[in-house]
């Protein structure tokens, strides 16, 4: 056998012993058997070549160095990988167990109570709608018997766009009550109506433990052939039971809004003292006329109410501000 085919044999030899020795222990009389230092077959290899002639020695040298690297490579590879324990065949793993959860978020609080709102006020006939946050003054006061020279209307207690005034050429507001939303209603549908419109209202005030310039109203409207105040106390107080649970006072003090006649302040008592907690009334006649209602035909109620105040009664959260602070600890609560 020429030197050239014995090197290659050795090699394939060689490698194919390391492959197959299942244990360190194997793969240590694989070692001693091909690359021994005294007996060895690559020790026997290179007695071959020490008798080649001159000539060829460069070739064939590099030939067996070449092996010799590659089975001192493959060795120490599998050196290594023998040491390291064991890796769970596949099928060591059950696919069917549950994996580990996933921690699920959650709506927020001020959303939940806005859906839980909607549902029961669905149980009482009142459908739910949505109106424009971004409004024109005629949604925010003037269908609403709001004149020019009423104080609500003073830009310093609005949110005024001015971009959005230029791109309308009409002034525009960030909506300072859902009130509006009942003029977009009667606008679009004959009598009766009965709707709650849940959202975001803004208003600059001065941001403190019950103050935001930003919270939540639902408003409600019922319009139709014989609808009274008894009514309007009677659906606040089932509403208030339902969210609360029993011992809900409702309780009505005159007061003034310029789209109900007569209007009330509504209070609510709920296990102790008197918590405000919105603004009620008949609807104005003036608001029916201006969405080309008669008057004289349809009565109705409108009621607004804070969805904060309600949502803080029931947790017990004492600072509005908590609810856009974002803190996980809070919102987890609920
Ligand atoms: N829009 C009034 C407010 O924001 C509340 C209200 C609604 C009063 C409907 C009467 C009727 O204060």
């Known amino acids: 056998m020429d030197a050239i085919s014995a090197i290659r044999d050795f090699e394939q030899a060689v490698l194919s012993a390391i492959a197959d020795a299942a244990t360190s222990d194997a793969l240590e009389q694989v070692r001693i058997e091909f690359l021994g230092k005294k007996k060895g077959r690559l020790r026997e290899l290179q007695d071959l070549i020490g008798k080649v002639p001159p000539e060829d020695r460069p070739k064939i040298g590099q030939q067996f160095n070449t092996a010799k690297t590659a089975a001192d490579q493959a060795l120490s590879a599998r050196q290594l990988e023998l040491a390291q324990p064991k890796k769970k065949?596949?099928?060591?793993?059950?696919?069917?167990?549950?994996?580990?959860?996933?921690?699920?978020?959650?709506?927020?609080?001020?959303?939940?109570?806005?859906?839980?709102?909607?549902?029961?006020?669905?149980?009482?006939?009142?459908?739910?709608?949505?109106?424009?946050?971004?409004?024109?003054?005629r949604h925010n006061f003037e269908a609403l018997n709001i004149p020019h020279d009423h104080p609500a209307r003073d830009t310093l207690e609005n949110f005024y766009l001015a971009a959005a005034?230029?791109?309308?050429?009409?002034?525009?507001?960030?909506?300072?009550?859902?009130?509006?939303?009942?003029?977009?209603?009667?606008?679009?549908?004959?009598?009766?109506?009965?709707?709650?419109?849940?959202?975001?209202?803004?208003?600059?005030?001065?941001?403190?433990?019950?103050?935001?310039?930003?919270?939540?109203?639902?408003?409600g409207l019922m319009i139709g052939d014989d609808v009274t105040m008894a009514q309007l106390k009677t659906v606040l107080r089932l509403f208030a039971t339902?969210?609360?649970?029993?011992?809900?006072?409702?309780?009505?003090?005159?007061?003034?809004?310029?789209?109900?006649?007569?209007?009330?302040?509504?209070?609510?008592?709920?296990?102790?003292?008197?918590?405000?907690?919105?603004?009620?009334?008949?609807?104005?006649?003036?608001?029916?006329?201006?969405?080309?209602?008669?008057?004289?035909?349809?009565?109705?109620?409108?009621?607004?109410?804070?969805?904060?105040?309600?949502?803080?009664?029931?947790?017990?959260?004492n600072d509005i501000r908590r609810f856009t602070e974002n803190d996980v600890r809070f919102l987890r609560q609920f």
């Open 89 to 137: 065949a596949a099928q060591e793993f059950d696919i069917t167990l549950p994996g580990a959860p996933l921690p699920l978020g959650k709506l927020h609080p001020l959303t939940q109570t806005m859906n839980e709102f909607k549902e029961i006020m669905g149980r009482f006939g009142f459908s739910s709608i949505e109106g424009p946050e971004l409004e024109d003054e």
């Open 165 to 219: 005034c230029v791109a309308t050429g009409e002034p525009m507001l960030m909506r300072s009550q859902t009130s509006t939303v009942q003029i977009r209603v009667m606008e679009q549908q004959p009598p009766p109506v009965r709707v709650v419109s849940l959202g975001r209202v803004y208003r600059p005030d001065t941001i403190d433990a019950t103050h935001s310039c930003m919270f939540h109203q639902m408003e």
């Open 242 to 317: 339902t969210y609360l649970g029993q011992g809900v006072h409702i309780r009505f003090r005159p007061s003034f809004f310029p789209f109900t006649e007569p209007s009330v302040e509504v209070d609510m008592s709920w296990k102790d003292g008197w918590l405000e907690i919105g603004g009620a009334g008949m609807v104005d006649p003036n608001v029916l006329e201006a969405v080309g209602y008669d008057p004289e035909q349809v009565t109705g109620f409108a009621f607004g109410l804070g969805v904060e105040r309600f949502c803080m009664r029931r947790y017990q959260v």
